[in-house]
């Protein structure tokens, strides 16, 4: 068993496909183990994104992620990491596989429907800057 953090973007979230995403995580076998929606400050948004501060797209990211509200979901199951990332399709959607959720929701490299962690480690990480322990299950 292994988890992951998905979060689904301001862009889909203001589409109305929050339904239909985490669907697609529980029709792939993953358990949403624990989920909320919030509005992420920009000290917040920063501080997730932190590895990518010195990339040119930073201030571009930071904003989007602000722009609305997200929602935020612990998966659980069997390889959820490499997983989730299946089901989410590359990271640009104009590349992603047809029948993957950035294929399928996203317009755009900046508003591109859902983040997933990259590596285990990475996911212990992100999983405890939104949630506690025990708010897991
Ligand atoms: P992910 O793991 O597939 O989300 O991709 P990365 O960790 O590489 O990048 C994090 C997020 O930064 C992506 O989901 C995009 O929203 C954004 N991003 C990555 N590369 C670019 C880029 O070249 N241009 C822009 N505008 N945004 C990017």
Redesign the pocket.
């Known amino acids: 068993m292994e988890r992951t953090l998905s979060i689904i ?1 301001p862009d889909a979230v203001a589409k109305n496909v929050v339904g239909q995403i985490l669907g697609r995580f529980e029709k792939a076998g993953l358990t949403i183990a624990a989920t909320k929606k919030l509005r992420l400050s920009k000290l917040d948004a920063k501080k997730f ?1 932190e ?2 501060e010195e ?3 930073f201030k ?2 930071v904003d ?1 992620m602000v722009s609305g509200p997200v929602v935020v979901s612990v998966l659980e199951g069997e390889n959820a990491v490499a997983l989730n ?1 299946e089901l ?1 399709g ?3 959607p104009k590349e992603a596989k047809p029948g993957t959720i950035r294929a399928d929701f996203a317009e ?5 429907a ?3 962690s ?1 590596s285990a480690d990475n996911a212990k990480v992100e999983i405890a800057f939104f949630f506690a322990s025990k708010d897991i299950f």
């Open positions: 973007k994104y590895v990518h990339r040119p797209f571009d990211l989007f990332r989410m590359e990271t640009n755009s490299i900046d508003a591109n859902v983040h997933g990259d």
